[in-house]
């Protein structure tokens, strides 16, 4: 019983490159998130989709990109690294997406961009 | 200008005690919360939650008690133990059309340890 499952967990990048955050899950959830924490702070929330075709913006969605073409998997994708992505982002996932609904986390991946 | 505030970076507690971590919040349209709990190099797992209409929720060790007057809620954890030992985030979501998970405002977590 996998869950949320992320790759890599740790990366690091130089100035302008450019990666794929990996992110599946397998308990056929329709919503799926993307958070990054910074050091001291607590969980932003970047971009989610409500299902496999459809994603949105959150909080911090700049410099990064999202698509859903399958239900199982999120990937994230950042364009030109900056040091500000320097970060631990962390993909989640949710049956129905109502408030009161708890989320299933990936275990992370850390990433440094120099 | 945060929306979830938890003012403790850390708490350290005894074996046995009560751990008790708190949240205060600034928005009256929060209607629910959740903590959740992280130990390091994995993710968020959750804990507990309690929404508006309750001032107190239980789930064995775990209670939360909310005061929506004073929009603070706080996380007890009786008897503590080591494997509690991990960082609590404090999260509030807000109702309104359409609202989820997206809408989830996180505070920055306290880092509880339970010394033996």
């Known amino acids: 019983n996998a869950g949320v499952t992320q790759t890599p967990k740790f990366r690091i990048l130089k100035i302008g490159q450019s990666m794929t955050l990996q992110c599946a899950q397998d308990m056929n959830h329709n919503y799926m998130y993307w958070y990054r924490q910074d050091p001291g702070m607590g969980l932003k929330l970047i971009y989610y989709s409500v299902g496999a075709g459809i994603t949105d913006k959150g909080e911090v969605p700049n410099g990064y990109n999202v698509s859903r073409s399958t239900t199982e998997d999120f990937p994230l994708r950042l364009e030109l690294a900056a040091p500000s992505q320097t970060s631990v982002y962390f993909c989640?996932?949710?049956?129905?997406?109502?408030?009161?609904?708890?989320?299933?986390f990936g275990s992370g991946t850390q990433l440094s961009v120099l | 200008d945060q929306q979830v505030k938890q003012n403790s970076p850390s708490l350290s507690v005894q074996e046995g005690r009560i751990s008790i971590l708190n949240c205060d919040y600034t928005n009256s349209m929060f209607d629910y919360f959740l903590w959740y709990k992280k130990y390091p190099a994995e993710g968020p797992t959750f804990l507990i939650s309690i929404s508006s209409i309750k001032d107190k929720n239980e789930d064995g060790r775990f209670t939360v008690f909310l005061n929506k007057s004073a929009k603070h809620l706080s996380l007890h954890i009786v008897p503590s133990q080591p494997g509690d030992s991990a960082v609590y985030f404090c999260a509030a979501s807000e109702r309104y059309s359409g609202g989820g998970a997206d809408g989830l405002t996180f505070g920055k977590g306290t880092h509880l340890i339970i010394q033996p």
């Open positions: 989640a996932s949710s049956n129905t997406g109502i408030t009161n609904e708890k989320l299933f």
